[in-house]
């Protein structure tokens, strides 16, 4: 019998109650207790709807109060100094203040793998010691076995947990620290088994990267270790292809492996040849990275090859964690039939994980029957749908000439002509692009979508915002202003909805990080532009003030990776859709006189396909598609874009390619470190490194904000070198904004007078 089995759910709940109770446990509306006892029933009832649609072997440990990655770090007591300062108990604020920087500075936050979840990363010291320090695994194992269901372990694998890690202060090899952590593994092992589980996952998603032999070697050592451990070990890979590490995989000490055949469905092959068949091989055949339905016959085809040689060692799974995919469909009330039967979510995909568990089993069955012919019907409407396939679309990417990629002028000229025409003062000041998204612009939103307000009094209440954001930047002395994209839901729905070829849902949600969650809109056909999406917006906001004012637009691999994408059209087709959309807007912005246009590619590194291999092409046409919104404006109009992570190395080459004329990059939690590699490559544009972390409430003084600036000015040529924050301010208060701002604004100030006399010093 193939079991059906979840790597993972997700833990928002239904209308992300996860999200309202800690944020009200934040703001001291909710107590521990209050927020513990939601977090019980979120887990109670997610095991129950997965239990309900046919999954029989449940995950624990996919639940997190922040992040599972942080959570780890507590479990294997992985808690830098500054948190723990009397070497007092581990509680939740502990937990809450690595995550979020409350009163000291937060662990830094990165995307994880190619996903928009990030994860808080391990910190680690050169004298690290691990110890067993949060009981939050084994309390949830007991909770959901008194529930009476059966579950399976979840736990991040140590040398996954290790990668993902940054060693501080001296520099060492965060490998050497694998001896000191396995004992913890050993213990926790120990403790699982000792509440009666009996198979454990351990997730090591990073045996589908390029990995050093060093790491290839330590797996065998640690598996090697493990083995003792009184329970089965499922290892869980996904995002991609075993390759050159599947040999490794599959022999490693353990009782079962988890594949991705998603992603890659070439590797099945090799699997079925190279593992033993006396462990279990789980596959991934549902995809838990998008929203479409599952094409069953084609997911029951390998699923049959390996049920002849694994028999009831086969499992079925989704392809990774339903961590990345919206909660249930059937919450959706907006969505035509059509489109409604072309879609999967999570629940949605447990029963289809079920149904094919199922199919193995029984092919003629007659639910198996009808569940297959419905999705047959399904697959074959949405090939033929004239919603998706727009000719016009079509023939004007054909049409592109070398010139529509290619800005008429060298950046070295241009620059000049813009200086000339902005007259910015030495470090310009400027910020990222959105202002606090206060209750009361959120609320506005709702009643005008509700129809109780109407379209002018909408207009009229984001324009008083746009009013003071202005204000307030004046009066801080700001030298480049945003008009703080007020108007926007998020800053890819907000032109997903504007576009022709997307569609959306109400309730489609996933966690981004901590409490903020994100609506990806579906890409469901080509891409059009009706009419101009910000130009009356920004022109509004241009004549509140003589300084220069960003027109502010998503880029394409943005609008691409932050949206539920089509999966019967490459990735390059779609993004270069987008682009010519965006293209027309950046004209549009021109022409109203419009002087700098930021076009922001916060996803051009999660884009980034995780083997080397198959960078190039990705780089590729990332770089095409964002020089194709870009190249058709005069010299004089200056071209900002902004990434914010700050893993720079592997592809400073493609961000230089962009050809953009000014770069904002998160920098602060990193400590400029990444400005290395544009020093290195000689990175040609202006740069502005963040200087403050907007992730965390916390207020950075002016001579901290000073301080990084000053490191920034080692490594960027002082003429090049802006000042902002690390990312927008959308998800901060005012209070704090326009402290930490003025602080950003006076820190600018003293390094234009220190420069200054060190000229006159000089001279
Ligand atoms: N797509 C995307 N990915 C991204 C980012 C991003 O900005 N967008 N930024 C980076 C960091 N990730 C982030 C992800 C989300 C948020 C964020 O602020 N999300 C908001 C939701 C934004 C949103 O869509 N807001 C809607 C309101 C949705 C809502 O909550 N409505 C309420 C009603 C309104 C109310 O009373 O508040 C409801 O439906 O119940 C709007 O403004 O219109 C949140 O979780 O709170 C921030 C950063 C990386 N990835
Ligand atoms: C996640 S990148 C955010 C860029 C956007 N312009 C903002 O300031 O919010
Ligand atoms: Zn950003």
């Known amino acids: ?133 949060w009981e939050q695994l084994f309390e949830e194992v007991a909770e959901a076995r008194q529930l009476g269901y059966r579950v399976k372990p979840v736990l991040l694998g140590p040398l996954t947990y290790l990668w993902l890690g940054k060693a501080r202060g001296d520099a060492f090899d965060r490998l050497e620290l694998l001896e000191r952590l396995l004992p913890v593994y050993g213990e926790i092992l120990g403790r699982l088994a000792a509440l009666g589980v009996e198979w454990v996952q351990i997730d090591e998603p990073i045996l589908v990267l390029d990995l050093p032999q060093a790491w290839k070697s330590a797996f065998e050592q640690a598996y090697h270790l493990l083995q003792q451990a009184p329970l089965k070990k499922l290892l869980a890979t996904y995002f991609g292809a075993l390759d050159d590490n599947l040999g490794l995989a599959a022999n490693l000490p353990v009782d079962g492996l988890h594949i991705d ?45 390996a049920a002849e040689r694994f028999a009831e060692r086969l499992w079925v799974a989704p392809s990774c964690s339903l961590l ?83 800005r008429p002028t060298a950046f070295s000229e241009r620059i000049g002509q813009q200086h000339a025409q902005l007259e910015l003062p030495a470090f310009p000041t400027t910020t990222i692009g959105s202002f606090p998204q206060t209750a009361d612009i959120r609320q506005a ?19 008083a915002q746009i009013r003071r954001a202005v204000e307030v930047q004046e009066r801080l002395g700001l030298d480049v202003l945003v008009h703080g994209e007020a108007e926007r839901n998020d800053m890819v729905e907000y032109f997903a909805e504007q576009l022709d070829g997307y569609a959306f849902t109400r309730f489609g949600w996933v966690q981004s990080y901590g409490s903020r969650c994100v609506k990806p809109a579906l890409i469901v056909g080509d891409i059009q532009r009706p009419r101009p999406m910000t130009v009356e917006w920004i022109r509004y906001a241009q004549g509140l003030t003589g300084k220069p004012m960003k027109g502010m637009l998503t880029g394409p ?122 020093e290195a490559f000689a990175y040609p544009g202006e740069i502005g490194p963040g200087i403050y972390d907007i992730h965390s409430p916390r207020v950075p003084d002016r001579e901290e904000m000073l301080a990084l600036l000053h490191q920034a000015a080692e490594r960027i040529p002082p003429e090049r070198l802006w000042v902002n924050p690390d990312c927008g301010l959308k998800t901060r208060g005012w209070a704090e904004t326009e402290a930490a701002l003025a602080n950003m604004v006076a820190a600018a100030q003293a390094l234009r007078a220190s420069r200054a006399q060190a000229d006159e010093g000089g001279a």
């Not at 099945?268 to 596959?283: E, F, I, M, Q, T």
């Not at 727009?390 to 592109?400: D, E, I, N, S």
């Not at 939103?445 to 324009?463: H, P, S, T, V």
Request: charged residues 25%; aromatic residues 8%; glycine residues 6%.
């Open 261 to 305: 055949l998603v992603r890659a469905p070439q590797q099945l092959a090799g699997v079925l040849d190279r593992l033993p068949p006396y462990k279990v091989l789980s596959l991934g055949v549902v995809n838990g990275r998008n929203v479409w339905r599952c094409d069953l016959e084609q997911a029951l085809q390998p699923l049959r090859m």
């Open 1 to 133: 019998m193939a079991l059906a089995h979840t790597l993972g759910f997700p833990r928002i709940g239904r209308n992300r109650e996860l999200k309202q109770a800690l944020e009200a446990y934040w703001q001291g509306r909710l107590d521990e207790a209050g927020l513990r006892a939601l977090g019980r029933s979120l887990r109670a009832a997610h095991w129950q709807t997965q239990r309900d649609a046919g999954i029989e072997l449940l995950p624990v440990g996919d639940f997190a109060w922040y992040d599972q990655v942080l959570a780890h770090s507590l479990l294997v007591g992985a808690i830098p100094r500054r948190f723990r300062p009397a070497d007092g108990p581990v509680t939740l604020d502990t937990l809450f203040a690595m995550a979020r920087g409350t009163g000291t500075r937060a662990l830094e936050m990165t995307k994880w793998f190619d996903t928009n979840y990030h994860y808080l990363v391990p910190e680690f010291s050169a004298d690290q010691q691990f110890r067993l320090s």
């Open 445 to 463: 939103r709702q009643a005008f979508r509700r129809g109780e307000l109407d379209e002018a009094g909408y207009r009229a209440a984001m324009q």
């Open 557 to 678: 691999v943005t609008m691409l990776m932050w949206s539920f994408p089509r999966e019967d059209l490459p990735r390059e087709q779609q993004a270069l859709q987008l682009a010519l959309a965006i293209r027309d807007e950046v004209q549009d912005l021109e022409a109203a006189g419009i002087r700098i246009v930021q076009i922001d590619e916060a996803a051009f590194r999660e884009g980034l396909p995780l083997r080397q291999a198959e960078r190039g092409h990705y780089l590729d046409w990332a770089v095409r598609a964002f020089r194709l919104c870009s190249a058709g404006v005069r010299d004089e109009t200056q071209i900002h874009t902004h990434m914010c992570y700050s893993e720079f190395n592997d592809l400073i080459e493609a961000i230089a390619a962009l050809d953009a004329d000014v770069l904002s990059i998160e920098a602060s939690r990193s400590q400029m470190e990444l400005l290395e590699a544009f």
């Open 324 to 406: 990345h995919s919206p909660l249930d469909l059937a919450q959706e009330d907006g969505l035509d039939a059509e489109l409604k039967g072309w879609l999967a979510f999570a629940v949605q995909k447990c029963r289809e994980v079920a149904l094919l568990a199922r199919a193995v089993e029984e092919p003629g069955a007659p639910e198996v029957r009808v569940a297959l012919a419905e999705s047959r019907s399904a697959q074959e409407t949405r090939r033929q749908s004239p919603r998706i396939h727009k000719p016009a679309v079509q023939a004007r990417l054909q049409g592109l000439a070398a010139s529509d990629w290619q």
